[in-house]
């Protein structure tokens, strides 16, 4: 089981490029989900996913867009760079309330 | 809506020291705890989790955690730390309604073990 897998794992922008980040999970869980971590900010929740062709948003979704075609695949994408957008970000899934298995991460820089 | 208050910041121990860091949480309803470790580098891993039953946690490499439902909090503990324990420490909670519910973290807490 490869778990949770996020490409690429890192990325520099310029502002105002447009860009995907992957996520990909093998372990049909329902539930995913996108978080950026910032220093002393903890993990704030980006958008999230019930299940395939269902998506929300979180604390933090504005600049992003998420969609959920299959149970597997979770892309977040950012419209438009922004530098504020500079953060790692981290995809998870899991089954209903259960822990969350995280991927390892996408440590994206915008100039 | 829930959220996730960790107070201590940094936290900086002496090894065999022991630990104690607070996580307090707010939330009208039945709630699931966990407890994260982040290793420098790395993505989070499950310490540990209460989802009923016994308040008394016990999770991976000697951690515990006590819920106490009266004052809202799951901190976590350890009797003796190891150099190794050093890395940011993440409370976590969602609302167990049955259905899937969003995950709420807190700011964590920088562990540094000084050998």
């Known amino acids: 089981n490869a778990g949770v897998t996020q490409t690429p794992k890192f990325q520099v922008l310029k502002t105002g490029q447009s860009m995907t980040l992957q996520c990909a999970q093998d372990?049909?869980?329902?539930?995913m989900s996108w978080y950026r971590q910032d220093p002393g900010m903890g993990l704030r929740l980006i958008h999230y996913?019930?299940?395939?062709?269902?998506?929300d948003q979180g604390e933090v979704p504005n600049g992003y867009n998420v969609s959920r075609s299959t149970t597997e695949d979770f892309p977040l994408r950012l419209l438009s760079a922004a530098p504020s957008q500079t953060s790692v970000y981290f995809c998870?899934?899991?089954?209903?309330?259960?822990?969350?298995?995280f991927g390892d991460g996408t440590r994206l820089s915008i100039l | 809506a829930q959220s996730v208050s960790q107070h201590n910041h940094h936290v900086i121990l002496s090894e065999a020291a022991s630990l104690e860091l607070g996580c307090n949480y707010s939330?009208?309803?039945?709630?699931?705890l966990f407890w994260y470790v982040q290793y420098p580098g790395q993505h989070l891993q499950l310490l540990l989790k209460?989802?009923?039953?016994?308040?008394l946690v016990k999770g991976i490499k000697g951690f515990e955690a006590e819920f106490i439902k009266s004052k809202f909090s799951f901190n976590l503990r350890k009797p003796s730390v190891q150099w190794s324990d050093t890395a940011e420490y993440f409370c976590?909670?969602?609302?167990?309604?049955?259905?899937?519910?969003?995950?709420?973290f807190g700011t964590g807490t920088k562990l540094q073990v000084i050998p």
């Open positions: 209460y989802f009923s039953g016994d308040p």
């Open positions: 939330y009208g309803g039945t709630v699931n």
């Open positions: 998870a899934s899991s089954y209903r309330n259960q822990p969350q298995h």
């Open positions: 996913s019930v299940g395939a062709g269902i998506t």
């Open positions: 372990m049909n869980h329902e539930y």
């Open positions: 976590a909670v969602n609302a167990d309604t049955g259905g899937y519910q969003k995950v709420t």
